[in-house]
């Protein structure tokens, strides 16, 4: 026990020791002191004013004021995507201004666009109208030539022209002759021109047929060019359309359903003259509004260019500064009003950090009080900080998902770096496929720097931040592979000859009668000979799974070890007696005596049967073993570790319960008081009351239930966890018998053709199938499987993970969009 007390500590293995601190800030060294505490980023604040609404915070008017900056700054943003340019990555060199000089800038910024996107709308429009009107123009007077054409000289002159749109203040001399009633005549025909949106013509048209009960003529031709639409920025097809009809009250009716479509109609006159008159008028002022919209535009990407060198560290100086103001807010005013008292964690190892960091504030807000910093007693648990890098990161990640580890429990991904890519290796081992993944992990890691600093989509940033563990995952089963000796599928005479040869020359009979043994054992991994023989699949599938079970059963050991090392941290004797032990008693004497079985089957060569031994221990315990027994004393063996067994079940379930309820009494009704400075009761109440100090209800009955249930749990779990590792048989087979039928039925398949393109095809099938199917989805399955092989069969013996993680104020962490 002195040995393991005086092991150094692991950076990883337990989470840094945290304290919980007290800052007192004069009010003129707060913002400089929060500033150099968010770059320092080792401090978590604790919100003292949750109480509190957003809006009845000290510094509320200055969130509002960060954030009106923020929606300035994204608007500026949204104007630069708009416009098709590139804000400048790197943040140009400006003297630091004042948040209030950066505000007005802001401000001024804003106006200035509002006004020149307002100016260069209404240019817009009316170049849209322009355009529009002399598209109208040159295709209704092909209509009005070919409908003369056809009328008689006593028809009436198509003199009156419809006219909806009042924004041609240019043309209205011309227009306003166009409207005046000179020969109205009631009867005669007439006709409306106007342009629609070309999705809307049929039901315009159809609509029109319906209203007028088909007494008009409808004409329609595509424009000759695309027209902007302000809303979307799209360009849209649009349709020239003239309606002939007679009738005041067609007229109307016709008015309203282009209003509804919203079609822009458009006077023609019928005169050839006046048309081109006008046409020359739209020509010019179409000229007049395209420079002065190229100017407009020209003058605001200036302006946007000018914004964008300066828009990052804009933004993140504003964000930094909310973030400050938003900490502020967690922090109370004395009851002096001069200072701001702030509580929260840091590990111990930052206090002299820290202590730099509130010093160097106090001297450049040229305070006369310093910052008084000192720690204090805590009734919460502490937050669980680990150390971590690019390799280890990743790992701990994993861990997390399942469960943050509470303060100073022993951390699974210290063991998780090499279990989990070892477990995935052994379902996923084949060396070539290996070799693909370590290609693919390797091109990550040498564009690292790079891909880095660059936006991901999501399934490339996950592949990205598990580089490392896509790394070793290679590895390991590089690894396996040659044990397995599978490349591809093909075994390779690598390490030496085959110790097994053919009965005759002809080999005729290796598949069916088999293999003799001529030389000493293949040197390293399975021999190559076992491949396409007749006893491959029951060599195979016994090897897989009684390596299974070893792995499994090593595994769940040091999950139990692991909790004896977390109950001696805590100082939990009643776990380390009541609990690990009897686990401990239990899983071996079971699948502890089961793996020592299949270790000794192996070294012996005995052709004994486990099944039968395993069935026939619980059903005849006391019954000979006869050619089933691989040692001495076995029978007498198997009777006493049942035994353990049956004690452990009852060891495990009763004594914890009912020392507790002692412990109890004793401590609260005036018993023993020397046992207050034990831990049994207070290690029991981890995480939610360890620490509190207050006096609880003792329920017995609930203590009882939950470790009858937590005993069930792990009896019946020592089966079913057993049974789960299985899956690394199941699936290294499945693996295996996958690539072969992709070799042999696509590949050789394909090779035995003479044609050169089927050798292709079967080549292009081939590599398609290895690439999608065992390259990614193998690959995910596996990384499941083994996933699930830590977080529930390893895990579950040691690992509570109900704490939660240390968030320090830091700049660093600030997310790139702030809502």
Excluded at 99 to 115: K, M, S, T, V
Excluded at 200 to 213: C, G, I, S, Y
Excluded at 502 to 521: E, F, H, M, N, Q
Aim: with cysteine; hydrophobic share 45%; charged share 20%.
């Amino acid at each position: 026990m002195e040995y393991i007390d005086n092991l150094p500590p692991m950076d990883l293995m337990r989470s840094e020791n945290m304290t919980f601190v007290q800052l007192i800030i004069p009010v003129e060294s707060a913002h400089p002191a929060i500033t150099y505490l968010g770059q320092l980023g080792l401090l978590q604040f604790r919100d003292l004013n949750d109480d509190k609404s957003p809006f009845q915070r000290t510094f509320v008017n200055q969130v509002k004021r960060c954030a009106e900056m923020s929606r300035k700054l994204r608007f500026f943003k949204d104007q630069i995507q708009k416009a098709g340019l590139l804000p400048s990555p790197r943040p140009a060199s400006q003297p630091d201004i004042e948040l209030e000089e950066l505000e007005i800038q802001l401000a001024e910024h804003e106006h200035e666009l509002i006004e020149m996107n307002a100016n260069s709308e209404k240019l817009r429009q009316s170049y849209n109208e322009l355009l529009e009107f002399k598209l109208v123009l040159q295709k209704a007077s092909d209509f009005l030539v070919s409908s003369r054409s056809h009328t008689t000289a006593q028809e009436t002159e198509l003199d009156e022209n419809v006219y909806s749109n009042h924004n041609y203040s240019d043309t209205a001399s011309l227009l306003e002759q166009e409207m005046q009633p000179e020969l109205s005549n009631q009867s005669g025909v007439r006709f409306i021109s106007g342009i629609i949106c070309k999705s809307k013509v049929l039901q315009f048209e159809r609509m029109l047929f319906r209203a007028t009960r088909g007494n008009m003529l409808f004409h329609q031709a595509v424009a000759d060019e695309e027209i902007l639409d302000p809303t979307s920025n799209e360009m849209v097809e649009k349709i020239v359309f003239v309606v002939f009809f007679s009738g005041e009250q067609a007229r109307t009716k016709i008015l309203k359903i282009c209003e509804a479509f919203g079609a822009n109609c458009y006077p023609v006159p019928e005169d050839m003259t006046k048309r081109r008159q006008i046409t020359r008028e739209v020509l010019s002022h179409l000229s007049e509004l395209e420079t002065t919209l190229d100017v407009g535009l020209r003058h605001r990407d200036k302006a946007l260019t000018s914004i964008g060198f300066h828009l990052t560290k804009w933004m993140n100086m504003v964000r930094r500064e909310k973030a400050v103001y938003d900490t502020l807010n967690m922090l109370n005013f004395d009851v002096t009003k001069k200072c701001l008292v702030g509580e929260g964690w840091c590990p111990i190892f930052a206090k002299t950090k820290i202590q730099e960091a509130l010093q160097r504030a106090t001297i450049d807000s040229n305070s006369q009080v310093g910052i008084v910093f000192h720690v204090m007693g805590a009734v919460d648990s502490p937050p669980t900080y680990f150390r971590t890098n690019r390799f280890t990161n990743a790992y701990q990640e994993i861990v997390d998902a399942y469960g943050v580890a509470k303060y100073q429990e022993a951390n699974p991904a210290v063991y998780t770096i090499v279990t989990f890519p070892f477990l995935f290796a052994v379902m996923f081992g084949d060396w070539g496929h290996g070799i693909c993944l370590l290609l693919g992990a390797l091109v990550l890691i040498s564009k690292e720097s790079k891909l880095s600093s660059q936006k991901l989509g999501s399934f490339m940033e996950m592949l990205f931040g598990g580089r490392y563990v896509l790394l070793l995952m290679s590895i390991f089963s590089i690894y396996c592979g040659l044990i397995y000796n599978e490349f591809f599928s093909v075994p390779f005479h690598i390490f030496g000859g085959s110790a097994y040869k053919c009965r005759d020359a002809s080999c005729s009979d290796a598949y069916t009668v088999g293999l003799i043994k001529y030389s000493d054992p293949y040197p390293f991994g399975v021999d190559p000979s076992w491949r396409g023989s007749r006893s491959e699949l029951p060599f195979l599938n016994s090897l897989k799974m009684k390596m299974s079970i070893l792995l499994g059963v090593a595994q769940m050991n040091l999950g139990i070890i692991l909790s004896y090392f977390n109950a001696r941290f805590f100082n939990n004797t009643l776990d380390i007696k009541y609990q690990f032990v009897p686990q401990v008693i239990f899983l071996n004497s079971l699948f502890g005596y089961l793996s020592l079985l299949i270790v000794v089957k192996w070294c012996t060569g005995s052709q004994a049967d486990l099944y039968h031994v395993m069935i026939y221990m619980f059903l005849s315990p006391f019954e000979a073993l006869g050619e089933n027994q691989l040692f001495w004393g076995q029978s007498v063996l198997q009777v006493v570790l049942l035994l353990l067994a049956l004690v452990a079940v009852p060891w495990m379930l009763f004594p914890k319960p009912f020392i507790l309820k002692r412990l109890y009494t004793e401590r609260f009704q005036g018993g023993t008081y020397g046992l207050l400075g034990t831990s049994e009761v207070d290690t029991y109440e981890e995480p939610d009351s360890a620490r509190q100090h207050h006096h609880e209800e003792f329920n017995f009955s609930e203590v009882f239930v939950h470790q009858m249930i937590h005993s069930i749990e792990f009896v019946l779990g020592a089966v079913s966890n057993t049974a789960s590792y299985l899956r690394l048989w199941a699936l290294s087979l499945a693996h295996s018998e996958l690539s072969t039928v992709f070799y042999e039925k696509v590949l050789l398949l394909a090779w035995g053709y003479d044609s050169l393109i089927i050798r292709l095809i079967g080549l292009a099938v081939f590599a398609f199938a290895t690439t999608f199917i065992l390259l990614m989805m193998e690959t995910l399955s596996a990384f499941l499987h083994a996933l699930r092989l830590h977080w529930v069969e390893f895990q579950n013996k040691f690992y509570h993970g109900d704490g939660y993680k240390f968030k320090p104020f830091s700049f660093a962490a600030l997310a790139d969009d702030e809502d």
